[in-house]
């Protein structure tokens, strides 16, 4: 049974559309990540499942019991579902554990043990409860607001960038601490995130929303490989895209002939590669008749453990006259070729048609 289901969800500010027909369905225990431009309605869409925003129209509900359904609406904070906004919002006038223990009821004889469970749950130390939000760093900040979300035992968690403030090396350990407080308590949860390789690892299921609208829900790997456009390709990773002409279950194009996965495709079409389906190699070694293009590189920005190629394919057949010409790849850096090389490209794999 799906935990939390949306549907046709329609939500307006005056004439600004922030959410349209939105249908999702979340299963129990899983994990859900929401990507998309910034202003697309991500965090209107949590704020509405969370009971602090109201839809126009739709239908919300959670394990079969409706939460919202015009005029008809269970008030926030009997939801059962944590929410950790994007910008954490401690409460700076309360010490970490009144921001903890804020949900909590005051008769309840367990609060200052379940404060301290949370504490450590999300491995911060006991002796910070009597501290204020403004002594914390902004990763212990976030973890308060973790353990704030979870006091109630939600069934339902909603993660708005909650990472985004942090810098890298803290975004990945407290996304760990994260992970794996979710992974203990089966709580089923949403994550908003702009980071592209966070919503790719963090879910079992991906949604791209754009403009109010999700345009393509499904898993991460599915949509990573086989986005439903170009915009879609581009905001979850770096895109090859080319055009092509489709026969017979190939596609021909500068970078040579490419299989495809339906057959019964025809004629002219733009194609996507993930740069990781392609190989370089100098042309020395490659085989004759190996399918595949020659092409130079003309610039190489060096990045760490990989550089950033630009590739020059040769003049390409009047046809393709909006073909790539130039594309850029990532290659191990100790393995880049010089700029001015020429390097015989070859790529693994099926392209998707877009
Ligand atoms: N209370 C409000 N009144 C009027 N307009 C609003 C309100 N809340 C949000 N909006 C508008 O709705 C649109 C969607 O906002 P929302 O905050 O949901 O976007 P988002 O996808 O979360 O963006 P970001 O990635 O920048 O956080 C924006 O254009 C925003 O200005
Ligand atoms: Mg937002």
């Known amino acids: 049974m799906s935990t939390l289901e949306l549907n046709a969800i329609d939500k307006s500010y005056g004439p600004l559309r922030v959410a349209e027909k939105i249908d999702l369905s979340v299963e129990a225990g899983s994990r859900t990540a929401i990507v998309g431009p910034s202003g697309s309605g991500k965090t209107t869409l949590l704020r509405m499942i969370a009971g602090f925003e109201f839809p126009d129209r739709g239908r919300i509900s959670l394990d079969g019991k409706v939460l919202f359904d015009a005029p008809a609406a269970v008030p926030a904070h009997q939801r059962r579902i944590g929410y950790v906004p994007q910008d954490g919002a401690l409460f700076p006038h309360m010490s970490i554990a009144a921001n903890i223990g804020f949900g909590l009821s005051d008769n309840n004889a367990g609060k200052p043990q379940r404060v301290a469970e949370l504490m450590e749950l999300v491995e911060l130390d006991a002796r910070m409860l009597k501290s204020w939000p403004h002594e914390l760093s902004g990763g212990q900040q976030q973890r308060v607001a973790l353990a704030r979300a979870l006091a109630q035992r939600p069934t339902l968690m909603l993660l708005d960038?909650?990472?985004?403030?942090?810098?890298?090396?803290?975004?990945?350990?407290?996304?760990?601490?994260?992970?794996?407080?979710?992974a203990e308590t089966g709580v089923t949860s949403i994550l908003v995130t702009h980071d592209q390789s966070e919503a790719l690892s963090f879910?079992?299921?991906?949604?791209?929303?754009?403009?109010?609208?999700?345009?393509?829900?499904?898993?991460?790997?599915?949509?990573?490989?086989?986005?439903?456009?170009?915009?879609?390709?581009?905001?979850?990773?770096?895109?090859?895209?080319?055009?092509?002409?489709?026969?017979?279950?190939?596609?021909?194009?500068?970078?040579?002939?490419?299989?495809?996965?339906?057959?019964?495709?025809?004629?002219?079409?733009?194609?996507?590669?993930?740069?990781?389906?392609?190989?370089?190699?100098?042309?020395?070694?490659?085989?004759?008749?190996?399918?595949?293009c020659l092409a130079t590189v003309t610039e190489s920005d060096f990045g760490g453990h990989a550089s950033l190629l630009t590739l020059q394919l040769p003049s390409a057949p009047l046809d393709m006259h909006r073909g790539a010409r130039v594309i850029q790849v990532r290659s191990l850096s100790i393995h880049a070729p010089k700029v001015g090389s020429t390097v015989f490209l070859t790529v693994m794999g099926h392209a998707h048609i877009l």
């Open 161 to 182: 960038e909650p990472f985004s403030a942090l810098d890298t090396g803290l975004r990945t350990s407290i996304r760990k601490v994260v992970e794996q407080v979710l």
């Open 203 to 292: 879910a079992d299921q991906l949604a791209v929303m754009r403009k109010g609208k999700l345009v393509q829900v499904g898993r991460p790997r599915d949509l990573y490989l086989y986005p439903s456009d170009e915009e879609a390709a581009r905001f979850l990773g770096d895109a090859i895209i080319v055009p092509a002409r489709l026969e017979s279950g190939w596609a021909n194009c500068e970078l040579g002939q490419i299989p495809i996965f339906d057959r019964t495709r025809t004629g002219n079409a733009q194609i996507m590669l993930r740069p990781e389906q392609l190989q370089l190699r100098d042309t020395v070694t490659c085989e004759n008749g190996s399918d595949g």
